[in-house]
């Protein structure tokens, strides 16, 4: 069985599904069936980049670009070093660091 994504003329993924081939969809609706490989995933309400043969997940934040070559959508500002748990804050385009989070982990690690 293989997945497949059915893309309207937007690009946008507005199905998934499983098939042994992609005849097996023809019948289902006449939008376009795109295979989906192995090493990515698609999601409904994302695009597929016909150009690059990329699935691009739906957009979080406006700040944020995608990049190909990671296949993800990263912030303008690198997430910081230390090994704590941060949140994205768009209004302010900073990593802010989650304080109830961080002292669970503390607390957790402690006992």
Same mark, same amino acid.
């Given at each position: 069985?293989?997945?497949? =994504? /059915? ?11 499983? =098939?042994?081939? +992609?005849?097996?969809? /023809? ?5 376009? $069936?795109?295979?989906? +490989? ?12 016909? +150009? ?7 957009? /979080?934040?406006? +700040? $944020? ?5 990671? @296949?993800? $959508?990263? =912030? ?11 949140? $994205? ?9 989650? @304080? ?10 402690? @006992?």
């Amino acid at each position: 069985m293989n997945t497949f =994504a /059915q893309v309207n003329s937007k690009n946008t993924v507005i199905n998934i599904v499983m =098939a042994d081939n +992609s005849s097996n969809l /023809q019948n289902i609706e006449a939008n376009t $069936w795109v295979e989906v +490989s192995s090493n990515t995933i698609a999601h409904i309400g994302g695009t597929y980049d016909s +150009s690059n043969n990329i699935f691009i997940p739906i957009k /979080q934040y406006d +700040s $944020w670009v995608f990049d190909y070559s990671l @296949e993800k $959508w990263v =912030a303008p500002v690198d997430y910081p070093d230390e090994p704590k748990p941060y949140y $994205w804050e768009e209004e302010s385009k900073t990593w802010i660091l989650d @304080e109830i989070s961080d002292k669970l982990i503390v607390r957790v690690i402690s @006992e």
